[in-house]
């Protein structure tokens, strides 16, 4: 069932630019299309957090990806106008997020005539989208795995000794105190809180509130502790579509080391990693430009005779 927000009638047969809400896992999800030719490839982007919408600003890093594909924005169950939308009736769970994904490509693929998609996704949606690839790559042309979550429980401890050892050398006892009391997994809100804020601090950004991330964490923490001991490393030692990995230097949230590591390990027919030297965690706002320009360059490669 598709419940139209704004008609594709009255606009150009060279342009699509529409919001709707699809049924997806029995319940109505929020996606807005945007692109020059209706008939170009589509893209699928996972935003991410999770719970974290990218419909506000994706025009962002997105607008050169419009003029080579139909690119999609999702806002995930429980995320953005889905959220107001349609409450989800079933327990958040890895393998429900993963269901809902693979439906709505399905439902791309219908809508556009096509075999494949591809998909991109960040950070959360980075390991959504890594599920899929493993999980699905028959539906994918490729994947665009940017900053993703490859073991997340390991690159918490990778990141919290890293914040700890640059707390002792500066002798910052606010840090040094507030970081000891973190476990990982993190237990609640106030550990993930501490840890995202000095992580943020030494990545040079700003970290969100405390309050924030304790109302976040009600909802998201299990779901999130759930995805990050997953290990990508055990479950998808091969990805059975093209899969290229775009990579903050910086970035410790969602560690460059273990993307790296993980990169050299995984079998594919293709693959490659692009740094990106500017960059922490948020690779699609730092560097929107040579994000784009890699991605339109290896679809450009793709469809070369």
Same mark, same amino acid.
């Not at 000095?198 to 970290?207: D, Q």
């Not at 923490?221 to 990050?228: R, Y």
């Not at 899969?243 to 080391?257: L, N, P, R, W």
């Given at each position: 069932?598709?419940?139209?927000?704004?008609?594709?009638? /009255?606009?150009?047969?060279?342009?699509?630019?529409?919001?709707?809400?699809?049924?997806? /896992?029995? &319940?109505?999800?929020? +996606?807005?299309?945007?692109?020059?030719?209706?008939?170009?490839?589509?893209?699928?982007?996972?935003?991410?957090?999770? !719970?974290?919408?990218?419909?506000?600003?994706?025009?962002?890093?997105?607008? @050169?990806?419009?003029?080579?594909?139909?690119?999609?924005?999702?806002?995930?169950?429980?995320? !953005?106008?889905? *959220? #107001?939308?349609?409450?989800?009736?079933?327990?958040? #769970?890895?393998?429900?997020?993963?269901?809902?994904?693979?439906?709505?490509?399905?439902?791309?693929?219908?809508?556009?005539? #096509?075999?494949?998609?591809?998909?991109?996704?960040?950070?959360? /949606? /980075?390991?959504? =989208?890594?599920?899929?690839?493993?999980?699905?790559?028959?539906?994918?042309?490729?994947?665009?795995?940017?900053?993703?979550? +490859?073991?997340?429980? @390991?690159?918490?401890?990778?990141?919290?000794?890293?914040?700890?050892?640059?707390?002792?050398?500066?002798?910052?006892?606010?840090?040094?105190? @507030?970081?000891? *009391?973190?476990? +990982?997994?993190?237990?609640?809100?106030?550990?993930?809180?501490?840890?995202?804020?000095?992580?943020?601090?030494?990545? =040079?950004?700003?970290?969100?509130?405390?309050?924030?991330?304790?109302?976040?964490?009600?909802?998201?923490?299990?779901?999130?502790?759930?995805?990050?001991? &997953?290990?990508?490393?055990?479950?998808?030692?091969? &990805?059975?579509?093209?899969?290229?990995?775009?990579?903050?230097?910086? $970035?410790?949230?969602?560690?460059?080391?273990?993307?790296?590591?993980?990169?050299?390990?995984? *079998?594919? $027919? #293709?693959?490659?990693?692009?740094?990106?030297?500017?960059?922490?965690?948020?690779?699609?706002?730092?560097?929107?430009?040579?994000?784009?320009? &890699?991605? +339109?360059?290896?679809?450009?490669?793709?469809?070369?005779?």
């Amino acid at each position: 069932m598709i419940l139209m927000a704004n008609s594709l009638q /009255g606009q150009s047969l060279s342009q699509i630019n529409s919001s709707k809400a699809v049924e997806i /896992g029995g &319940i109505r999800q929020w +996606i807005s299309c945007k692109g020059t030719n209706p008939a170009a490839p589509v893209l699928l982007f996972l935003h991410g957090g999770p !719970g974290s919408s990218a419909m506000s600003y994706a025009d962002r890093f997105t607008s @050169e990806l419009q003029k080579h594909f139909v690119v999609v924005q999702w806002d995930q169950r429980e995320t !953005g106008t889905t *959220k #107001k939308l349609s409450t989800s009736l079933v327990p958040l #769970k890895v393998a429900l997020l993963e269901e809902d994904a693979v439906q709505m490509i399905n439902y791309l693929r219908s809508r556009f005539s #096509k075999d494949k998609v591809f998909l991109m996704g960040h950070s959360w /949606g /980075g390991f959504l =989208g890594l599920l899929v690839a493993a999980d699905h790559p028959e539906l994918l042309e490729a994947y665009f795995a940017v900053s993703p979550m +490859i073991y997340q429980t @390991e690159s918490e401890r990778l990141a919290l000794s890293w914040m700890q050892k640059e707390a002792i050398a500066s002798a910052n006892r606010q840090a040094i105190d @507030e970081l000891s *009391k973190v476990k +990982i997994p993190f237990q609640n809100g106030e550990q993930l809180y501490y840890h995202r804020k000095w992580l943020a601090l030494g990545m =040079g950004t700003k970290p969100a509130s405390r309050e924030f991330v304790e109302e976040w964490s009600k909802k998201w923490l299990a779901v999130f502790n759930e995805a990050s001991g &997953i290990n990508f490393f055990e479950k998808a030692p091969e &990805i059975k579509c093209p899969i290229y990995f775009f990579v903050g230097t910086k $970035d410790y949230q969602t560690s460059f080391k273990l993307i790296e590591d993980y990169y050299n390990q995984v *079998k594919a $027919d #293709k693959k490659d990693l692009f740094w990106f030297t500017n960059s922490a965690h948020l690779v699609p706002l730092t560097e929107p430009k040579k994000l784009q320009e &890699i991605i +339109i360059n290896l679809i450009a490669l793709k469809s070369a005779p």
